[in-house]
């Protein structure tokens, strides 16, 4: 007898799952930056030099008369 053939059958389907794992580097950049502020303090000194000079000036007078036969020499009032 020939070979006979039956319909055929199909059994369900098998999922599988296959993971592949990819590692990937992303830079991530935070910068920063730092300004430094040098303040200076000026002190403003004010002088103000003064000098002061005093003179002593003198003026003797001699009042009277010398009795007579006497005679005051000038450089008594000096």
Known sequence: ???QHDPSQTSPT??????NIINTVIPVFHPAHTT?????VITYQ????Y???G???YYPQGFGYAPPG??????RFR
């Open 1 to 3: 007898m020939p070979v």
């Open 14 to 19: 098998r999922h599988y799952v296959k993971t």
């Open 36 to 40: 430094t502020v040098n303040k200076h």
């Open 46 to 49: 004010h002088y103000f030099p």
């Open 51 to 53: 000098r002061c000079n």
């Open 55 to 57: 003179v002593n000036e």
């Open 70 to 75: 006497h005679s005051y020499s000038r450089s």
